[in-house]
Antibody, heavy 120, light 110 residues
Framework: QVQLVESGGGVVQPGRSLRLSCVASGFTFSTYAMQWVRQAPGKGLEWVAVISYGGSNKYFADSVKGRFTISRDNSRNTLYLQMNSLRAEDTAVYYC?????????????WGQGTLVTVSS | QSALTQPASVSGSPGQSITISCTGTSSDVGGYDYVSWYQQHPGKAPKLMIYEVSDRPSGVPDRFSGSKSGNTASLTISGLQAEDEADYYCSSYTSNSTVVFGGGTKLTVL
């Protein structure tokens, strides 16, 4: 069955960096686009970034552009989110999700999420 | 990238029907048939309920249906059941090649 397992969350000071990982199983990872979505405590969903199945196309929310990078290693079935210059407002549960492509906005499987807390 | 507009809350009694609206612009909801709806129970990951405006993934009851008119998409749940009580979010692909979510709607089953 399809599984997405995020890791790498934790408590980090403002201005520092953190890298999240999402390991996929149960499907052919290299044929799907992948997305990151976050949810601040008690708040709604906020889209963060998407990467195409081959990794050549990447798009970001304005709120993270220039600070966050998305990448993938299809040989390891793993998606990454490199988060730099973290701010208090980046505190959230970060979900990875599978999508058919970068244009469909059809997130059909989600991980359980990993919590990132940015605090001094 | 302004969030799509959803009502903060809706409610209905078991067996009734409710509709949740999702209003965007011609650059997102109105411009593409890539509108999705997600259900999220407390402490859980979101679950895809509707994609491409009106298609249902396998396993989603046909009590859930979606539609779109102009810049507004809608999710209708008929025959409300207690387990439908949850938060619901719409999303859309945008002309900037990004994705935008709605602010979310809390559904209460009375």
């Amino acid at each position: 069955q399809v599984q997405l397992v995020e890791s790498g969350g934790g408590v980090v000071q403002p201005g520092r960096s953190l890298r999240l990982s999402c390991v996929a199983s149960g499907f052919t990872f290299s044929t799907y686009a992948m997305q990151w979505v976050r949810q601040a405590p008690g708040k709604g969903l906020e889209w963060v970034a998407v990467i195409s199945y081959g990794g050549s196309n990447k798009y970001f929310a304005d709120s993270v552009k220039g600070r966050f990078t998305i990448s993938r290693d299809n040989s390891r079935n793993t998606l990454y989110l490199q988060m730099n210059s973290l701010r208090a407002e980046d505190t959230a549960v970060y979900y990875c999700a599978r999508d058919r492509s970068t244009v469909t906005s059809r997130l059909d499987y989600w991980g359980q999420g990993t919590l990132v807390t940015v605090s001094s | 990238q302004s969030a799509l507009t959803q009502p903060a809350s809706v409610s209905g009694s078991p067996g009734q029907s409710i509709t949740i609206s999702c209003t965007g612009t011609s650059s997102d909801v109105g411009g593409y048939d890539y509108v999705s709806w997600y259900q999220q129970h407390p402490g859980k990951a979101p679950k895809l309920m509707i994609y491409e405006v009106s298609d249902r993934p396998s396993g989603v009851p046909d009590r859930f249906s979606g539609s779109k008119s102009g810049n507004t998409a809608s999710l209708t749940i008929s025959g409300l059941q207690a387990e439908d009580e949850a938060d619901y979010y719409c999303s859309s692909y945008t002309s900037n090649s990004t994705v935008v979510f709605g602010g979310g709607t809390k559904l209460t089953v009375l």
